[in-house]
């Protein structure tokens, strides 16, 4: 299991089209993908779970990556992210 934890930056928090990116990216990889946010946890492969979320900017999230191909999983996520959301916190 791969686990980082991020802060989102952006203003606008996790809106619609990076929450699309990160859905996408996640779906590429078999391995297991989850979003922990507070006491929630979905599956990042779920554009549905990760809307509900209602994630803004300042939140801290997790991002959990769990099979056969976690570690390119969790690059990937952390590719989007900094691209597009936030950074790491380590």
Do not use: W
Not at 13 to 37: I, M
Not at 41 to 56: D, E, F, Q, R, T
Not at 69 to 74: L, V, Y
């Amino acid at each position: 299991m791969e686990e980082r934890n991020f802060l989102i930056t952006a203003d606008t928090g996790v809106h619609a089209r990076p929450a699309t990116l990160l859905v996408n990216k996640a779906s590429q990889f078999s391995s297991e993908v989850d979003l922990h946010y507070k006491e929630k946890s979905v599956n990042l492969k779920s554009i549905m779970g990760v809307m509900s979320l209602g994630i803004p900017q300042g939140a801290e999230i997790r991002v959990s990556t769990d099979g056969n191909d976690e570690e390119e999983a969790i690059k990937g996520i952390i590719e989007i992210i900094e691209e597009h959301l936030g950074e790491i916190k380590e």
